[in-house]
């Protein structure tokens, strides 16, 4: 749980302060991305600074007719922006507590989530239940449920939820900040919230991205041997119920999966990937990130996904295509290859 106020935020980060004392007593106790900050969370906004007025953010933004609706309790924007603020406050924002214009909204968050996060936030104490069996050579600092089984050498990191009835084999690694549902089996060499692979260009360095969201996962999901999920970056990893992964799966940061989904193995799907309800990987398929797979869609074997899928339909080859297509392709490049 965070817990800071405005004006230690704006004092530790060097940025001006307003003088109403009661204003930056404000308490902050979250973050999230913009589409689903509340009243209390830090977000950020990276604009469009070609056009000002027209307000078509890229990654963390949102469109115009959502911008009105935006809410936080701090939000960085672009300096090109600060003509629209005062003292804090902006006309463009009416639902957010604090606007604040900086040279780079996006190091700005990351900035904030290394000062106020990765050092201070503080977790619940471990707990574990007295139904559940810890195996003597496993790490157990997290909060573990009735008739939980945590086999040999696995690692549960505190600000881990583990969820009733939930099994993990061995040698399996929950990191901080992840919730896992109830009946849920982890096989071994499973690992589920390590930082994603991310990075950004800031003053002509490439930096780290930390991924402080976590991961959520549902009731009665199965995840094979050496698969991982890693944590997202301002918004949580996200696993619905009742899906099942082969071994060898990565779910990058930032996805959202739906419920009833299945990838078979060495599958995987690049970061901030939406996967809806009923979706089917066969082996090896990959998927490119920022891309959305529609309900119900099946992906035979060996396949890219390079652009969103519609839903209800059947893909193959690569990049992916409706399977019909695909197999009419093939049959008349064997065709041309005789001649």
């Given amino acids: 749980m965070l817990s800071v106020t405005l004006s230690e935020v704006l004092k530790q980060m060097n940025f001006i302060m307003p003088s109403d004392e009661g204003f930056l007593n404000f308490e902050l106790t979250g973050f999230s991305s913009l589409d689903r900050a509340g009243s209390h969370d830090v977000s950020f906004w990276t604009g469009d600074e070609k056009t000002e007025t027209g307000l078509a953010g890229n990654a963390g933004g949102v469109s115009a007719s959502a911008f009105a609706g935006v809410c936080a309790g701090l939000l960085f924007v672009p300096k090109v922006y600060e003509k629209y603020c005062v003292n804090g406050r902006s006309e463009l924002l009416p639902n957010v507590h604090f606007v604040c214009p900086v040279e780079n909204p996006y ?63 061995a040698n399996v690694t929950v990191y901080p900040r992840v919730t896992i549902g109830e ?51 301002v918004s949580p990893t996200v696993i619905g119920d009742d899906c099942h992964f082969d071994t060898f799966v990565q779910i ?11 990838f078979a193995s060495q599958s995987g799907v690049a970061g901030s990937v939406t996967v809806e309800d009923d979706v089917e990987f066969a082996g090896g398929v990959q998927s490119a990130g920022h891309l959305t797979i529609g309900k119900g869609v099946k992906v035979a074997a060996k396949a890219g996904v390079t652009k969103s899928l519609k839903a209800g339909k059947v893909y193959a080859g690569y990049p992916a295509e409706e399977i019909d297509v695909w197999r009419r392709s093939v049959v008349k490049l064997r065709m041309m290859g005789k001649k």
Wanted: include cysteine.
């Fill in 107 to 169: 190091h700005a968050m990351v900035t904030f989530l290394r000062e106020f996060v990765e050092c201070r936030e503080v977790f619940e104490p471990t707990r574990i239940a007295a139904t559940a069996h810890v195996h003597a050579s496993a790490v157990v600092e997290g909060v573990v449920g009735e008739n939980v089984v945590v086999g040999p050498n696995c690692v549960v990191m505190k600000g881990a939820t583990i969820g009733a009835g939930t099994v993990l084999e």
């Fill in 252 to 262: 990058a940061h930032n996805c959202v999966l739906g419920n009833n989904i299945f």
């Fill in 183 to 233: 009946d849920c089996v982890f096989q071994a060499g499973s690992v589920i919230g390590p930082r994603g692979f991310g990075f950004y260009e800031y003053k002509g360095k490439r930096r780290m991205v930390p991924h402080l969201a976590g991961v959520r996962i549902g009731n009665r999901c199965s995840f094979s041997a050496n698969d991982v999920v890693a944590a997202g970056f």
